[in-house]
Every structure is written in C-alpha cells, then in structure tokens.
C-alpha cells in the first residue's frame, strides 16, 4: 500500500490495507478534486475509507470550526464510522472527532462537542438536536457525507435530511453513498448536489461474487437443529443470523445457548449500552455468534464475519442483498445459508429473482456426516498444538495419567472434557424436507415406500375403519394423510404409512389396547388386500381427527 500522506499510509498498513477496492480506486480522485459523488455500492466495498481518506487529507487542524459532518442511518453505523476515521487518522495528532447519536447521554456529547471536533458523525435526529442548541454549527462545513441514504430514507428521515442540508454551507462538497438509486435519492441529489457524478460498482442487484450462497428446505421445528449442524461442519469464525421478529431472535438465541454455543443478541427492545457491549464482543471476537433482526442490523460494518445464516426467509427480498453483504467483505469469501420452511417458499422465490443470485440447493448435513466433520476438525486442531504452541507445562500432568491409565481412555476423556455441553433436544437422523414431493397424487407417493402393519383385531372386536384411523392418530401422533389402506376383516386389521415412520409406528403401537382388548402388532405384505376372509372391508379413505 502506497499513500502520499506517510502517517496515514503507516495507519493503512497496520489496518491491513494492501490495495483499494474498486469503489475506493474510481471515488477518491473524484473527491480530491472536489467533485459531489454519488457512490452506488453495496455495503462491505469499502466506502467509508473511500470517504474518508480524501477529508483526512483537506482538514485544517487551525480552523476551530466543524470541517465535515457525516451522517448516518444508525446509531451503531455512526459509532463504527467515527472509529474507523479515528483508526485510519491515528497518527494525525491534532485530529479531533465526535459521534452524536440517540439513546447517549446527551451531556456527554455536549461536553465532547465543546473540545472543536473537525469532524462530527451523527444520526439525523440528534445532529439536528445539537443544532438547536447552537453546539453544531454547519454554516462552516466544506464537507458533508450522506451514509447509506436510502437507508435514512426508509427510516423516515426525510425531513432531518432536508433540514440539515439547508442548514449547511450551500458551497460545501457533498458525497453520497447509497446501495439502491431510488426516486426520492434522486430528487435529493437533484435538490442539494451540485453536478455529482455517479460512481457505481453495482451491476443490477446483483450479489457480491465472493459470497457462496446456499438454501435448505426443512421444517421450521428443525430450524435450529439445522443451524447448529450447519455451524459445526462450516465452523465460521463469526457468524451473522438474521430473524424477522424480536421474539424469533429471543428464541433462537435460548435455543444455541443450550447447545453450548457462544451466541448473544442484538434487537430493538434492547438499551443501547447493551446493544454496544454486544456488538464490540461481536467485534473483538470474543462473541462467536450474534442474532439479530434486519432494523437491529442497519448499517452494522461488521469485519471477519464468515457466514451469514438467514434463519427465516426476509420479509422483503432486497434485505437478502443487504442481509448477506456482512459477509464477503472487501474480497474475503464468505457463506450464505438461507433455510426456507413449505410457508415461505413463493418469499424466497421473489428473493431469487431479486438477486439475480446463483443460490444452489443443499441438504443439511445428517448427525453421522456433523460426527465425520467434527473428528477431523478436532484432529487437525489438536495436531496443530502439538506441533506450534509450547505445551511442556502439561507434560508431567500428561505423565502421571499415562502411568495409570490406558493412552486412548486419556485422550477420549480430555475430549468429554473440553466438549461444549448440549441441553438441548436431541434430533436424530435426516431433518431435510422435499416440499415439492408432497404435493404428488397420495396414490403415486405411496407406491414406493411403504410399510404395511397387522393387528390382530377385526369387526368382531367391534373396529371399523374411522374408528382405527383415530386410534392409531391418537397412539402415534400421525396425521391423517400419513395413514392410509386400511383394510378389515372378521379378526384382523391392516394399515399402511410410509416407511420413515415405521419405527414410531412399531413403538408406539407395541402392547396397545383397543376396545379392552390387548393387541400386537406385526409387519404386514405390502398388499393393499391380505385377508381372503369373506366380507373383509377395505378402505383407502384419510379419516381426520375428531375436533
């Protein structure tokens, strides 16, 4: 990385800077040489250095006054924005910078603001507060950045927006940077930019290429379960999962605490100190997982996340773009995984043909496949202690358990040990659904598949064929559809279901009671008709559940 100015250069190097982004290369010497820009970018491009390294370079650390304001759709956004002009600015002695934002103590800025930032980064609601208050002053500004205004916009900021630019020098430069061009950011450009040129690095809606981006059909009981077994074969660094509802985050959060993983969460309900402390854990790297809804999230420049996991389908279908852009950032690779339940199929199809994505189909990876996965992680992680880091400390705790027990009993109970404990549900076998399967002829989907049972009990015990459909709901949790073929004879009864319930059926209907009588049952021929009794019944009818 080469820079003219060698005191931000030196910053950029330890940052890990090694060349500009594509959006970075085409802005800044727009912006150096004063000209609005309208940046068009998907969040994780690199924008907010784009921005910010032409107006280190153009502060005058002389004048007292404010130089830049930078507004922001979030409070979050805003803090992230301020640290990373404070990270690439670190060796600029003189520089001064503040972050104004909601849900602060307002005093604390008031005496902050009273220290002469050059540069003040804020949400819209509180920089108009300040500016009621005569503490920031704008008619001074060579400088003003509108953050991911579409964003602003959907947020119902017009109007702050409106009332800050009129209050702002009218020949300051003004940049903008927004992922989507919709009418009322072109009226604003129109009204308050003085010829900008468009810098765009988006083809369409297209989604970043680095991403590799997955889908799953499953049952939204299994959601979690899929989750974790999704986390445990990719084994991300930091991992982002999206939920559309406070309460949902609530629940998915409880649920991957009692699976042992390091997970917390982010929403509206929660206070804004509380919401800091998570994400700088998030940040730092001593969080692993963070839940959050797509409000929460706005704006959140999140580094190293390796996977975003869109744990319900989003509501609209751009917040898929924004939603996945965590990851992939500024060329590193990243994994989406969206699992889609039978009720949000036709949202996800919208979210295909609004992406413009190659989103391929997978199946989550069954217990035995999670099992293979994790022995071969544990195996290159323990291999690579032993060859890279100084374990003599452990040595003479290492002999004396070797001196009185078995080497592969050793081990295997220091692997229980460092185990993360699961109090969750256990959910065995296969958990992917086909959604599609089930809307086939119930008379073709059973052709194949089929398990057929023997009871010994018939009409003379008083059975008819509703009456053995409800019963075997009732013992087997079935549903109807799942039950069908029932034939009955003088003293005997058969009934199909498909295969993958034959043990639940086998279990549940072992020893079982039918009007006082005690039954058995067996597996059957898979022949809709096995009695040749004379006035046997047979019946394919599906019998509901009495309500």
């Known amino acids: 990385m080469n820079y003219k100015n060698k005191k931000i250069e030196q910053s950029l190097i330890e940052m890990g800077f090694e060349e500009f982004t594509e959006i970075q290369s085409l802005s800044i010497p727009l912006i150096e040489a004063g000209i609005d820009i309208i940046g068009h970018s998907q969040t994780g491009t690199g924008k907010t250095a784009a921005f910010t390294l032409p107006l280190l370079e153009r502060i005058d650390f002389d004048n007292p006054n404010i130089q830049a304001i930078i507004i922001c759709p979030t409070r979050e956004l805003a803090v992230q924005v301020k640290g990373e002009i ?31 930032p050059q540069i003040v980064v804020g949400t819209p609601g509180r920089i108009i507060d300040h500016i009621n208050r005569k503490l920031v002053r704008l008619e001074n500004i060579n400088y003003l950045v509108l953050d991911e205004a579409d964003e602003m916009l959907k947020m119902g900021f017009k109007e702050e927006l409106e009332t800050i630019l009129d209050a702002s020098n009218p020949d300051r430069q003004t940049v903008m940077f927004s992922a989507t061009m919709p009418q009322t950011i072109i009226n604003i450009t129109r009204k308050y930019m003085k010829n900008p040129q468009v810098v ?17 059909t499953i049952h939204e009981k299994n959601k979690v379960e899929g989750v974790s077994r999704l986390l445990q074969v990719y084994n991300p660094k930091l991992t982002l999962i999206f939920c559309n509802t406070k309460r949902k985050v609530d629940d998915v959060t409880r649920e991957l605490t009692k699976k042992g993983y390091n997970v917390n969460k982010i929403h509206g309900d929660l206070q804004q100190t509380t919401r800091m402390q998570v994400l700088d854990s998030f940040h730092a790297g001593v969080l692993d997982i963070l839940v959050a809804t797509d409000v929460a ?21 751009e917040f898929y773009v924004h939603r996945i852009g965590r990851t992939g950032r500024i060329g590193n690779k990243g994994y989406s995984f969206t699992l889609v339940s039978k009720r949000e199929l036709r949202r996800f199809e919208d979210v295909i043909k609004f992406a413009k994505a190659n989103i391929k189909k997978r199946n989550i990876p069954t217990p035995e496949k999670v099992l293979e996965v994790h022995r071969e992680q544990q195996i290159n992680e323990i291999e690579d202690i032993i060859q890279n880091i100084n374990i003599s400390l452990h040595l003479d705790t290492a002999d004396a358990l070797l001196q009185n027990n078995d080497a592969i009993h050793v081990v295997s109970a220091l692997l229980h040990k460092i185990e993360k404990k699961d109090d969750s549900e256990v959910i065995a076998g296969d958990i992917n659904e086909d959604f599609n399967k089930k809307k086939e002829n119930p008379k073709q ?103």
């Open 86 to 116: 404070d990270h690439i600015g670190k060796y600029l002695p003189d520089l001064k910078t503040v972050a104004i934002y909601g849900g602060e103590n307002i005093g604390k800025q008031i005496h902050s603001l009273k220290f002469k």
């Open 200 to 216: 765009s690095v988006v083809s369409g809606e297209e989604t970043n290429k680095d991403i590799t981006q997955y889908y799953y």
């Open 445 to 547: 989907k059973h052709q194949d598949g089929v398990a057929r049972f023997h009871l010994n009990v018939g009409r003379e015990d008083g059975i008819s064929p509703r009456e053995l459909a409800h019963f075997i709901m009732n013992e087997t949790g079935l549903k109807n559809s799942h039950i069908f073929d029932i034939s009955i004879s003088k003293k005997s009864s058969f009934f199909s279901t498909d295969t993958y319930q034959f043990e639940k059926v086998m279990q549940r209907m072992k020893n079982v009671t039918i009007n006082g009588r005690k039954t058995s049952i067996q597996v059957a021929d898979s022949k809709p008709m096995e009695s040749k009794e004379p006035n046997s019944f047979v019946s394919k009818k599906r019998y509901k559940r009495n309500r």
């Open 297 to 317: 999230a706005r704006g959140l420049d999140i580094k190293n996340v390796e996977a975003v996991i869109n744990f319900d389908v989003p509501e609209k279908a």
